[in-house]
């Protein structure tokens, strides 16, 4: 341990926000894409979408990927109600996020619908992905940035920006970064069954199982 003076806040609630982020003139704390017009004392926080706003007074509004808070200031601690709520309809925004780190990179979830599902998947220069099968779906792979290596059954090709793949169900594959720059790819899942559980690993870098 190292003695340190420095200052803290452990932002344990919206309030929290006055002490780390200046308002402006009217009170506001805005950050993101937002647009406003005449809002006072509130909380705006956008994220990549846009955001406009009116004549707001003492409110929170927090925009993500995942779901959107709106909220008088003096209610933001009934937040944990909202989550029971959404566990009880059965709803999954409280634990399922659109983006998701993995130990290679990541992915965002852009669509899903009954027998596909449609993913930006990232990854880390020098990182890989396990050596897999799916039982239930087939993907298609199309390099937006970088250069993807594609093992599918015995065969091994690099593929580049604008070129893509096609791995059918029941073929052991895996995806690799081998440069210095991430790799993004556009993943289309098709098929009965498309969550994550339809893995089958035969190896792992990361020694998942």
Not at 1 to 11: E, G, K, L
Request: with cysteine; glycine share 6%; aromatic share 6%.
């Amino acid at each position: 341990m190292i003695p340190a003076s420095f200052p803290w806040s452990d932002m344990g609630s919206w309030s929290s926000f006055n002490a780390v982020l200046k308002p402006d003139s009217d009170g506001n704390i805005v950050r993101g894409r937002v647009v406003d017009i005449g809002s006072k004392n509130s909380i705006i926080l956008g994220s990549d979408r846009a955001v406009a706003t009116i004549v707001l007074k003492d409110m929170i509004l927090v925009d993500t990927p995942d779901a959107t808070l709106v909220c008088p200031r003096d209610r933001a601690q009934e937040v944990k109600e909202v989550v029971s709520v959404l566990k009880k309809k059965g709803y999954t925004e409280h634990e399922i996020h659109r983006t998701v780190e993995r130990p290679w990179g990541s992915y965002t979830l852009l669509e899903t619908g009954e027998g596909y599902k449609i993913k930006r998947i990232r990854v880390e220069p020098k990182k890989r992905l396990s050596l897999q099968l799916h039982h239930h779906r087939s993907e298609h792979w199309v390099v937006i940035s970088g250069t993807a290596r594609v093992q599918r059954g015995e065969e091994v090709v690099d593929i580049a920006i604008n070129q893509s793949t096609y791995i059918p169900r029941g073929v052991k594959h895996r995806l690799e970064n081998a440069t210095d720059v991430p790799l993004e790819i556009i993943e289309v899942q098709n098929g009965e069954y498309v969550e994550e559980e339809d893995i089958v690993r035969f190896e792992d870098d990361f020694q998942r199982k």
